[in-house]
């Protein structure tokens, strides 16, 4: 079965540096991976995804992140936050190919809080 | 843009009672899916639909059922509202299994069981 693993529950850093937020998987199988953000009294949005290529993603905001599949990490960074990147972050794995599913396991979330 | 709505983003219940949550979506998707959101618990799936009248069951699909009768709208039921229900709830979409595109969250809705 799968697994996501967010390895921090909270995460504060100030205004303009650089940000890590940890994700590891399990799967036997090959999977695609996302980053979800929630900002504040609002549903989920998608950051970015793998779902295969090259290792390093690119996505909204400035965030990028890096599949790892020796490590089964997919760690999401920004190099300098900014006040409105505080919300709540969620690592998700889906198999591949998904079936006529398309489900996604997600992780416990990780609240980003950008102090001044 | 894909729109997915939630009927109440706030409801109030007492133990016992039934409670509907509706989702609507606007874009002719195949998939819709419940979740349930909780604190250092994040997303986990109670229900999802790959088609009308189609259900499976998630990871905690106890005490809930969910019905599919239009492609547009997937609706989840409690039965008899529990306080261990009060929880936010999420729906969501996906055009179909096979793509692998993202999934489309609605707002959510909060709901407090008394």
């Known amino acids: 079965a799968q697994s996501v693993t967010q390895l921090d529950s909270q995460v504060p850093v100030f205004e303009e540096a650089p940000v890590e937020l940890r994700c590891n998987y399990s799967s036997s199988v090959s999977v695609y991976l996302f980053w979800y953000v929630q900002y504040p009294n609002q549903g989920l949005q998608l950051l970015l995804k793998?779902?295969?290529?090259?290792?390093l993603v690119k996505g909204i905001n400035g965030f990028e992140a890096e599949f790892n599949k020796s490590q089964t990490s997919f760690h999401l960074r920004k190099p300098s936050v900014h006040i409105s990147d505080t919300a709540e972050y969620f690592c998700?794995?889906?198999?591949?190919?998904?079936?006529?599913?398309?489900?996604?396991?997600f992780g416990q979330g990780t609240t980003l809080q950008v102090k001044p | 843009d894909v729109k997915v709505t939630q009927s109440s983003r706030y409801l109030v219940k007492r133990t016992g009672e039934k409670v509907f949550l509706e989702c609507v979506q606007d874009m002719d998707h195949e998939n819709m899916f419940w979740y349930r959101q909780d604190p250092g618990l994040g997303l986990r799936l109670i229900y999802f639909?790959?088609?009308?009248?189609?259900?499976e069951k998630g990871d905690i699909p106890e005490g809930y059922s969910v019905s599919r009768e239009k492609k547009e709208r997937f609706s989840l039921i409690l039965e008899s509202a529990s306080t261990n229900q009060t929880s936010m709830y999420l729906c969501a979409s996906k055009r179909d299994g096979r793509s692998t595109g993202e999934l489309f969250f609605g707002e959510g809705s909060r709901l407090t069981v008394l």
């Open positions: 793998y779902l295969s290529g090259s290792t």
């Open positions: 998700a794995v889906s198999d591949r190919p998904a079936g006529n599913t398309g489900k996604l396991i």
């Open positions: 639909s790959y088609d009308v009248k189609m259900k």
